[in-house]
């Protein structure tokens, strides 16, 4: 029998036909797997994302102050009335702006102070006023003896708007005057700024600055108010801690952005050591009697005094 | 046809029926043309086939030619490929389409499923055969090595961790090396190279040669930090950096790091250092200008926020093998480690140079603890019994019931005799690494001497 078996279905069909219809038929499937598997994938994807975002933002309830003024009274030295016109010139102007004082007292830190220089206070003020506003993004640390003198002007556009800071950032200068080989950085960026502050003749000005909430202020404060540093005996304790501190540490400097100093720090003409145009003139944000506290002939209430008058003058005429 | 006897049953080849046997010599082999499927009932064809061709050639023997099991399957192989269908031919080249359909097993047209099925079946099983052999010679050739590429690639994880190994220290400078100080440090190294490429990680072995430049600035020993930062650079992708001394043996090739440490972070380390506090720090900081995660005991309990774990010995921190996560915050501590306003003032104290500051900085900054976590010391930094305190405490020291990842020969320098404390745990870490083979092995000698003992 020549042909026993019976004949296949398609004889003519090309021997190929079967698998590569089936290929077909594989590819299709293949690709309706891979959309489901692609639009699966996206949903899931988008989901995480929903619920990364919806559990990893903390509330913030409105009304948050995003800046605060932070102040060190050491009332046992200064009278009370001095103290008074203070906080009278420093609430006025955080009513303008929506932004909070947070006015510390000396005393509280004496134990922490561990016998070291009251001025040395700034530090865990600072940090104190993070931990009682854990919500507000900058602290503007200014010194007792100073006042507001154009409270118009707000930190945000006279400062800390980010093209406002882009254009006062001092680049490439020397970190402690008057010829430190350490520079702030020249490619620093506004939004890597944390830390703001000014130069005097002299030294960095640790009574005036600005610096934001994070990981980086708690890293610079604790390294600052190190024990170290504080029973070391430099000449001008904290300000001198902060100037060694910032030229020996690249991470401290990374975030450090120099301003002109009559921005936040203009000195009184009793001042000594102001910076190149460091004097305050009309219209400057603050005055600063500079010094007033350490050198004894002169009188923190007197200097005060006439620039007080004009303050309020000036605020009762607006 | 008849044939003359009935054909002997061949080895591997079946019964064939000699009734129905065709023996008339005029099929020419290569006339199957369309037979589809010329090895349907292999067996049976090439029984017949076999008994053809004993026929013709005369002698009755069974011959061994293409029984083998290569031939065979290559036959069933060639079968499924679909030109062997159009042109089909025997492999032995001999075909006979007259015996098709005359079989006693497939009788008339019900043939054709049953004999489908059973080609299918054996092709199928056939492929089955096929794969596990090449996933067998795949395993135990290629297995190992497939896993650390696997586990060295962006989806192991392996590539997120880089073991810094110290060595040569103070090379050339302070001391010679002898002999047993070269076998201390080629198998240390080669100790971690090995475990390195079992899991896929980074290895770095830093020359701790020592340096002009660091002892001109006092800070011998601060460059532990340099090199980190170093190699922090050199590993842009990697997460963990893990630094081991050189005196020190991983016990358990086993453990990877993932497994071992860090997918169970939370579990295993602790924050809170009154847990073990044997240096007396005052946890948590008290200061009442704190935030509440620097205040709170246990900072802020995730543990995606640790960034530096160490672990701690009778007498302090311990430094002999101690993780660091890149992160800000560890380039901070980094960069603050040393300092010159306090080194200068507490050189002639702090004996241990950079453990010692690190304490210090521990104690007195706040922003440190917070990222800082400790694990119980045998996890990653076991001591030989006797190495620290009065040498009994069962959280220090090394116990091999207790299968400690890694054994640290702390102070072995002074006074001890590394090498041959190495070479002791060298030797009980081979033991403990056996494979499987090795086990079978000894437990078939350990029959065998038993057995031959015996009689």
Known sequence: ?318 | MSLSRSPSPHPGGGWSSPGLTPGSGTSTPHSGLLSPNPLGSSGISWAAAKAKSDEVRGYPSFSTRNNGFFSRSKRQLSATLPTFRVTSRSPNGYIDKDEFGRQPFSPGKSWRPFGFGKTMLRRRRLRLFLVLAVVLVGYIFFWSSLMERYRRSSFGGGHKFVIILESNIEGGVMELKGAREWAVERNSVKNKQMYASEWGYELEIVNMLAKKRYSHEWRESWEKVDIIRETMRKHPNAEWFWWVDLNTWIMEYSYSLQDHIFNRLDEIAYRDINVYNPLNITHPPTGPYLDEVSRSAEGDGDPSSINFILSQDCSGFSLGSFLMRRSVWTDRLLDVWWDPVMYEQKHMEWEHKEQDALEYLYTNEPWIRSHVAFLPQRYINSYPPGACGDGNDPNIHYAESGKDFMVNLAGCNYGRDCWSELWEYRELSNVINRTWRDTMREKLEDLYDRFWKHT
Request: proline share 5%; net charge positive.
């Open chain 1, 1 to 318: 029998m020549q042909f026993a078996l019976p004949p296949r279905r398609n004889l003519n069909a090309p021997p190929y036909i079967r698998s590569s219809r089936l290929s077909l038929q594989r590819r299709k499937q293949l690709k309706a797997v891979a959309i489901l598997g692609f639009a699966l994938l996206t949903v899931f994807f988008l989901l995480s994302q929903f619920f990364y975002t919806s559990t990893g933002t903390a509330a913030v309830s409105a009304g948050t102050p995003s800046l605060v003024i932070v102040t060190v009274l050491d009332r046992v030295r200064w009278s009370d009335t001095y103290i008074q016109k203070i906080i009278k010139n420093r609430e006025d102007y955080a009513k303008r702006h929506g932004y909070t004082n947070f006015f510390a007292n000396l005393s509280d830190y004496e134990s922490s102070l561990d016998n070291a220089p009251k001025s040395w206070g700034v530090v865990p003020a600072v940090r104190h006023a993070m931990a009682s506003h854990p919500h507000a993004t900058h602290f503007f640390y200014l010194d007792v003896h100073a006042l507001f003198m154009n409270p118009s002007k707000s930190l945000d556009s006279h400062l800390l708007g980010k093209s406002r800071l882009d254009s006062l950032m001092l680049k490439d200068v020397p970190v402690v005057p008057p010829d430190s080989i350490i520079k702030t950085f020249s490619h620093l960026k506004p939004q890597d700024v944390d830390l703001i502050m000014t130069t005097d003749s002299e030294d960095l000005s640790s009574g005036s600055f600005i610096i934001k909430q994070g990981d980086y202020a708690q890293f610079l404060l604790d390294i600052w108010f190190d024990p170290l540093y504080r029973k070391y005996n430099f000449a001008k304790a904290e300000a001198h801690a902060l100037d060694h501190i910032v030229q020996w540490h690249p991470t401290i400097l990374a975030r450090l952005a120099l301003v002109p100093q009559r921005i936040i720090n203009a000195y009184s003409k009793d001042s000594s050591s102001a910076g190149v145009d460091g004097n305050y003139k009309d219209g400057d944000l603050v005055i600063r009697f500079f010094g007033c506290d350490t050198d004894t002939k002169r009188s923190c209430e007197k200097e005060m005094d006439p620039y007080y008058r004009l303050w309020s003058k000036n605020s009762k005429t607006e």
